[in-house]
């Protein structure tokens, strides 16, 4: 073997050996994480898109990641907007529509269980979520930071106006359109797509398409949240867009411990103290201790 090839194979190998020690640190023991949560002064949630996906919402990566022959990831994008609102809108109107059905799950609900148990505790609690279905807050979430906009609200893209809109069709041209089983595009003319009440200007959902950056406020309290955070659960996140993919890191680097709730592994594993690996419905109330009796508390109030 030449000198430099044996020299990259050990340099993998030993990798490969940190990686398979590391993967042995992460624990999955309810018994420790309970004890770094109680004495957690400042807890953060990161969600994505697979807490929802319990729900019946399609994940971008993986089962479902495909809206007729189109990924997901391709229509979310302003390229993709202009070249061709009315093919995005119908991607929009045919989310919307799978949200307007769907209801939290039990992880949503553990979640929003969690925030009030630390507001009792006196616990700094931040909920951060990639997701734009507004689920955390139909469970009882409050102040959730929506990184990535909402699916519920729209910009003109001439005023900039933000409005929240929860009409069903957003617009009569999108009736009976998103359908993701047909080749057929509706074509809608630029006139017939949503329009804003201010100026007549071409609505655009008011979410963060990849490639667009997060809005200075919601960075703000981004940044805000994470300082000082010393427990960070990363549930249903494949942790490959950022900036999101970067808080673990972020808390890890300043002592914080990072409990990650995921079905699979994902490039932040490793830097997880703990690792509950599995359905986050599931997965979470039984980490955080959530009782039938909290749950029923919680829904009651709501
Ligand atoms: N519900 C939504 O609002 C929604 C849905 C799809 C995509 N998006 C957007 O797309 C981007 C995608 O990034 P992302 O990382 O959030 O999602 P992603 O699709 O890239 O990854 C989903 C992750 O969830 C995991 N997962 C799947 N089912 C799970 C379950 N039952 N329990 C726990 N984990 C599970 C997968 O292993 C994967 O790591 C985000 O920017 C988001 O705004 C949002
Ligand atoms: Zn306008």
Redesign the pocket.
């Known amino acids: 073997m030449p000198a430099g090839f044996a020299a990259i194979v050990s340099k993998l190998r030993s990798f490969h050996r940190i990686g398979s020690q590391q993967q042995r640190l992460m624990s999955d023991s309810v018994q420790d994480f309970t004890s770094v949560l109680q004495n957690a002064k400042k807890v953060v949630v990161l969600s994505?898109?697979?807490?929802?996906?319990?729900s019946g919402?399609?994940?971008?990566?993986?089962e479902g990641?495909l809206w007729r022959d189109y990924d997901?990831?391709e229509l979310?994008t302003p390229g993709a907007f202009a070249a061709n609102p009315s093919l995005v809108w119908e991607f929009y109107h045919y989310r919307r529509t799978i949200?307007a059905g769907a209801a939290p799950n039990a992880?949503h609900y553990a979640v929003a269980a969690l925030q009030r148990r630390c507001r009792r505790q006196d616990k700094d609690f931040v909920l951060l979520t990639?997701?734009?279905?507004g689920?955390h807050a139909r469970a009882g979430s409050n102040d959730v930071v929506e990184?990535?906009g909402s699916?519920w609200k729209t910009r003109c893209c001439h005023c900039k106006a933000v409005e929240t809109n929860r009409d069903m069709p957003i617009c009569a041209a999108l009736d009976g359109k998103g359908a993701p089983d047909t080749a057929n595009e509706a074509n809608i003319p630029s006139m017939q797509l949503p329009r804003c009440q201010k100026c007549n200007g071409l609505l655009r959902p008011h979410?963060?398409w990849f490639g667009e950056c997060l809005e200075r406020d919601v960075m703000n309290r981004t940044n805000d949240a994470l300082q000082g955070c010393d427990l960070l659960l990363v549930?249903?996140?494949?942790?490959?867009?950022y900036p999101?993919a970067g808080y673990a890191p972020m808390v890890k680097a300043h002592g914080g411990v990072v409990a990650e709730?995921?079905?699979?592994d994902?490039p932040i594993s490793y830097n997880c103290r703990f690792k509950f690996q599995?359905?986050?419905?599931v997965?979470l109330p039984l980490a955080l201790g959530i009782g039938e009796d909290e749950l029923a508390e919680l829904k009651q109030s709501l």
Do not use: W
């Open positions: 994505g898109a697979g807490i929802s996906a319990e919402i399609p994940t971008f990566r993986g990641g997901a990831t979310a949200v992880g990639q997701n734009i279905d689920l990184l990535h699916l979410v963060v549930v249903g996140t494949s942790a490959v867009v999101a709730f995921n079905t699979e994902t599995g359905p986050s419905s997965k």
